[in-house]
């Protein structure tokens, strides 16, 4: 069993998760498409941030990746590219004037052995060192759908204490040094924005790195718990997980007891958050079960009562498709294919250089519905760090 640095999210919540991951892996095709251009995202806003930090290589924009294909497959489109310079904008922009571009490491291998013999080293996306000023900047690119929290995040975290140690800060430097940990996530709506930020003091995180050593050591033992909740959804043990499964089931038979009654208050809050809690658990566990009945219809086994059939999302463009051929077949038809002429988003002229004054003048944030959100000690914690 290996111990991977980026899933401390996972198995500090659940130590048992090392196991189950190794007893039961990713099923052959498990890897969603929105995963596999997560990867092809990373990989150009790496390319785009290595070409900031040699002053001699022309930078890259985003007119050079779209079109090329990715090392795992995926063909760069607009949005994977839209994404990754957005990423690259976020941390140039988080600079002092002048940049500390020699000082940026993008996806540099650094020992994480002395949190446990079993995992060898971490990788942050980027991080900038700025020893003048004592600041450590942590970035961390998530190109997925589902909202990551900064605050109190293991994965960033373990990636401060790790540089802790590979920069050789003692335990007197690092009271006075800050450490901003950043998480830049494009594709998730989050009131705090797409560029969140948790910063601290370094020595802030000691209870911290206490923790992960100890997470990390009981989670490669025989005795590692597994216990169910929201990151059940990334587990791939999550359709053999007896666990999650037996919670699942104890969740459906409170619901056959249930005495109606209205509920105010502390009553309302409590079901509320015990519902919410049990539908991810619930959908975790259903799609790990779904990728088992896919994998195993694929390979000629009967599943009673269960079948698969083809989904069809919209018809679109192929994406190696020259959209000017298109139109100028339609031009010979005599009808017009291009879309009306339209602006780009606010969010897009911000990353092409135009002034935020200037878009706040122009530009407005409307109101949606009001939804219900967790409102739990840990904001407050954050507001008194
Ligand atoms: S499915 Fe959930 S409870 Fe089971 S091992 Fe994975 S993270 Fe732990």
Same mark, same amino acid.
Request: negative net charge; aromatic residues 8%; contains cysteine.
């Given at each position: 069993?290996?111990?991977?640095?980026?899933?401390?999210?996972?198995?500090?919540?659940?130590?048992?998760? %090392?196991? $189950?991951?190794?007893?039961?892996?990713?099923?052959?095709?498990?890897?969603?498409?929105?995963?596999?251009?997560?990867?092809?995202?990373?990989?150009?806003?790496?390319?785009?941030?290595?070409? =900031?930090?040699?002053? &001699?290589?022309?930078?890259?924009?985003?007119?050079?990746?779209?079109?090329?294909?990715?090392?795992?497959?995926?063909?760069?489109?607009?949005?994977?590219?839209?994404?990754?310079?957005?990423? &690259?904008?976020?941390?140039?922009?988080?600079?002092?004037?002048?940049?500390?571009?020699?000082?940026?490491?993008?996806?540099?291998?650094?020992?994480?052995?002395?949190?446990?013999?079993?995992?060898?080293?971490?990788?942050?996306?980027?991080?900038?060192?700025?020893?003048?000023?004592?600041?450590?900047?942590? *970035?961390? =690119?998530?190109?997925?759908?589902? %909202?990551?929290?900064?605050?109190?995040? *293991?994965?960033?975290?373990?990636?401060?204490?790790?540089?802790?140690?590979?920069?050789?800060?003692?335990?007197?430097?690092?009271?006075?040094?800050?450490?901003?940990?950043?998480?830049?996530?494009?594709? !998730?709506?989050?009131?705090?924005?797409?560029?969140?930020? *948790?910063?601290?003091?370094?020595?802030?995180?000691?209870?911290? !790195?206490?923790?992960?050593?100890?997470?990390?050591?009981?989670? $490669?033992?025989?005795?590692?718990?597994?216990?169910?909740?929201?990151?059940?959804?990334?587990?791939?043990?999550?359709?053999?997980?007896?666990?999650?499964?037996?919670?699942? +089931?104890?969740?459906?038979? +409170?619901?056959?007891?249930?005495?109606?009654?209205?509920?105010?208050?502390?009553?309302?809050?409590?079901?509320?958050?015990?519902?919410?809690? +049990?539908?991810?658990?619930?959908?975790?566990?259903?799609?790990?079960?779904?990728?088992?009945?896919?994998?195993?219809?694929?390979?000629?086994?009967?599943?009673?009562?269960?079948?698969?059939?083809?989904?069809?999302?919209?018809?679109? *463009?192929?994406?190696?498709?020259?959209?000017?051929?298109?139109?100028?077949?339609?031009?010979? $038809?005599?009808?017009?294919?291009?879309?009306?002429?339209?602006?780009?988003?606010?969010?897009?002229?911000?990353?092409?250089?135009?002034?935020?004054? %200037?878009?706040?003048?122009?530009?407005?944030?409307?109101?949606?519905?009001?939804?219900?959100?967790?409102?739990?000690?840990?904001? !407050?914690?954050?507001?008194?760090?």
């Amino acid at each position: 069993m290996a111990l991977a640095g980026c899933n401390a999210g996972q198995w500090m919540k659940c130590n048992g998760s %090392v196991q $189950m991951q190794t007893l039961f892996p990713a099923l052959p095709g498990e890897q969603s498409e929105s995963a596999r251009e997560g990867i092809a995202s990373h990989e150009v806003t790496q390319k785009m941030l290595e070409s =900031f930090k040699d002053a &001699t290589e022309q930078t890259l924009t985003m007119v050079d990746v779209i079109g090329t294909t990715s090392s795992n497959g995926v063909l760069i489109t607009d949005e994977i590219a839209q994404a990754a310079t957005d990423a &690259t904008t976020a941390v140039i922009t988080a600079q002092p004037l002048g940049g500390l571009f020699d000082k940026m490491h993008i996806e540099q291998r650094i020992d994480s052995s002395f949190i446990n013999p079993e995992m060898n080293y971490i990788k942050p996306d980027c991080y900038i060192w700025d020893d003048v000023n004592g600041i450590l900047d942590i *970035w961390d =690119f998530k190109f997925g759908r589902r %909202v990551v929290e900064v605050f109190e995040n *293991w994965q960033l975290i373990l990636d401060a204490i790790c540089l802790r140690e590979h920069l050789d800060l003692t335990g007197f430097d690092d009271q006075h040094i800050r450490v901003r940990m950043r998480i830049f996530q494009p594709f !998730a709506s989050h009131i705090d924005g797409v560029n969140r930020v *948790w910063e601290c003091m370094l020595s802030d995180l000691r209870p911290f !790195a206490n923790a992960l050593i100890d997470g990390a050591r009981v989670s $490669m033992t025989d005795d590692a718990l597994c216990i169910p909740g929201e990151q059940c959804t990334y587990c791939t043990g999550r359709r053999g997980c007896e666990s999650l499964s037996r919670s699942n +089931y104890n969740f459906m038979d +409170y619901n056959g007891h249930a005495i109606p009654h209205e509920l105010k208050g502390l009553n309302l809050s409590s079901e509320y958050n015990l519902l919410k809690h +049990y539908e991810n658990l619930i959908k975790s566990r259903l799609s790990g079960i779904e990728e088992q009945v896919l994998h195993d219809i694929r390979n000629g086994e009967i599943v009673h009562g269960l079948g698969v059939t083809q989904g069809y999302g919209r018809q679109r *463009w192929r994406k190696d498709v020259d959209q000017e051929e298109v139109i100028m077949m339609g031009e010979m $038809m005599g009808v017009d294919l291009r879309k009306p002429r339209e602006l780009t988003t606010p969010k897009k002229c911000l990353s092409l250089g135009v002034d935020e004054s %200037v878009i706040d003048a122009y530009s407005e944030t409307p109101k949606t519905n009001l939804r219900v959100v967790a409102s739990d000690e840990t904001k !407050a914690r954050n507001v008194f760090r």
